[in-house]
């Protein structure tokens, strides 16, 4: 996706970020991302090595 695109619809996203919408989010289990781009990115990166790491632990392995 090119970045202007992506800035573009993190800048929306931002702006239709309100009080009643975060609450919301947060009471469906949802943590809602205030920053940008790449802080979502390495956020999703986080995430998943530590499922990678849980899962390697429990012996799970996936198939193709």
């Not at 289990?29 to 995430?47: H, L, R, S």
Request: charged content about 25%; glycine content about 8%.
């Amino acid at each position: 996706m090119p970045d202007r695109i992506r800035d573009g619809i993190a800048a929306n996203v931002r702006e239709a970020m309100d009080a009643a919408v975060e609450e919301r989010l947060n009471l469906t289990g949802q943590v809602p991302n205030f920053g940008g781009p790449a802080d979502f990115t390495a956020a999703i990166e986080q995430q998943r090595a530590r499922i990678a790491a849980a899962a390697k632990d429990l012996g799970i392995v996936p198939t193709q």
